[in-house]
């Protein structure tokens, strides 16, 4: 304590990782838009049609009631293989926009187009998300 780490120096930490049953995930509800977090509800306009067309599919397929259903439903559809294929070998997009693409054509993409669609969608819902990018 008050001294800078040295190589061979190690530490511990503890963590809760809090664990929630679909009940309680379903009756805690959705936070509202407040500063400075709005960009988690941001929705980009050039594909905002494809969103809400993607969104009455899922509706009309699975019913979704409440947000956590909604979030569940959005992962199910996207996770559907008869819908979409996981590569590491991404499709050409073209000049369309990669999620726009991903979500209208080649139905073909990598954990970032999966992660950033579904985040995405749940924001159409007014469920505030973000997508983590990694090289892992």
């Known amino acids: 304590v008050g001294s800078e780490m040295c190589i061979r ?19 805690a509800g959705t936070p509202r838009r407040a500063p400075p977090w709005e960009f988690f509800w ?22 979704p009631q409440t947000d956590y259903d909604r979030v569940m439903a959005a992962q199910s ?16 997009f073209g000049s369309a926009e990669p999620i ?7 139905r073909t993409g990598s954990c970032e187009q999966f992660s950033t669609a579904l985040a995405l969608l ?12 990694s090289t892992t």
């Open 9 to 27: 120096d190690s530490y511990e930490a503890i963590s809760l990782v809090p664990h929630f049953t679909p009940e309680q995930l379903r009756a």
């Open 42 to 63: 941001d929705i980009p306009d050039q594909i905002r049609p494809t969103l809400e067309r993607t969104v009455r599919q899922i509706e009309r397929a699975y019913q």
């Open 77 to 92: 559809y996207l996770l559907d293989s008869r819908r979409f294929t996981y590569t590491y070998e991404l499709p050409d």
């Open 100 to 106: 726009q693409a991903f979500l209208t054509s080649t």
């Open 122 to 133: 749940v924001r159409v819902w007014g469920i505030p998300s973000r997508s983590p990018s």
